[in-house]
């Protein structure tokens, strides 16, 4: 496989178009760094006594009923956020993308912002991510979430200061997560949905990492870089959904194992 690797990594750097070097990644990239999956045992939302799971709680409608909630879920989030680290894998794509410069494209489905912080620059956050927010009314800018909101306990209710802070200028609703929820649709000006598809349909070779493919617009862009001649490597750990669409193409390939290792691997080809 690493002959295999070196092979399609020459091809691709050689060719005069579709030669993006493209990263998909998700949450299996951060569990070394103690982020544990948002679907995951892990992700069950506590709150007195009732259990919910994201599919429940992780939604616009949950939001509307649950305002307080859930922004006391997304700051405990972002306090789980804050105290991890980038881990060897974030590094390795961060070196990657300063040896490719502009060849190189992550395209990622956390919203943990550890990418950021390892040093990648050309990140497209499909699900948005945990720094910003915006109006749930609508309104259309989207901010930076403040500083002096800070990171909450499992036990910590938001303060009044919060609630202020947390209203929206323009309308007066509610403030809310720039991130995406199970019940809503990729869009462009959020989830960079045109943006991904136009990167897929342009690259060279599209790295799947550390993701199942659950959602849609992930499983579109490996459809999109496949049908434009992409060569896509799987570097997951056990079969997904995006196994089926890549079994037996001439130019995909699985490359199971530890992440940090395949990509270790991957980088001294560049």
């Not at 750097?13 to 679907?39: M, Q, V």
Request: include cysteine; hydrophobic fraction near 30%.
């Amino acid at each position: 496989m690493e002959n295999q690797l070196e092979n399609i990594i020459q091809q691709v750097w050689h060719k005069e178009k579709r030669n993006l070097f493209t990263f998909l990644t998700g949450a299996g990239i951060s569990s070394d760094s103690g982020i544990p999956t948002y679907r995951g045992i892990d992700g069950i939302w506590v709150k007195g006594t009732q259990f919910h799971k994201p599919e429940e709680f992780g939604t616009l409608r949950y939001f509307r009923q649950h305002l307080e909630e859930v922004l006391q879920y997304s700051l405990f989030r972002k306090k789980m956020f804050e105290n991890a680290f980038p881990n060897q894998s974030h590094y390795d794509l961060a070196d990657i993308e300063t040896q490719l410069q502009d060849r190189f494209h992550l395209i990622t489905q956390n919203i943990d912002n550890l990418h950021r912080r390892s040093g990648n620059q050309r990140i497209y956050e499909i699900h948005g991510n945990n720094r910003e927010i915006k109006c749930s009314n609508g309104c259309k800018e989207i901010l930076e979430l403040p500083t002096e909101i800070k990171g909450k306990n499992l036990d910590e209710d938001l303060t009044d200061h919060d609630k202020e802070l947390l209203t929206c200028t323009q309308c007066g609703h509610w403030m809310r997560p720039n991130i995406l929820w199970f019940d809503e649709y990729y869009d462009e000006k959020t989830n960079k949905k045109f943006s991904a598809l136009k990167i897929a349909k342009n690259s060279g070779v599209l790295f799947i990492v550390g993701t199942s493919g659950a959602t849609s617009l992930p499983i579109a862009i490996a459809e999109t870089a496949l049908k434009y001649g992409a060569f896509i490597i799987d570097i997951n750990t056990e079969d997904n959904n995006f196994t089926d669409l890549i079994r037996n193409k001439k130019k995909c390939f699985n490359h199971p194992g530890k992440i940090n290792r395949s990509i270790e691997s991957d980088k001294n080809d560049y």
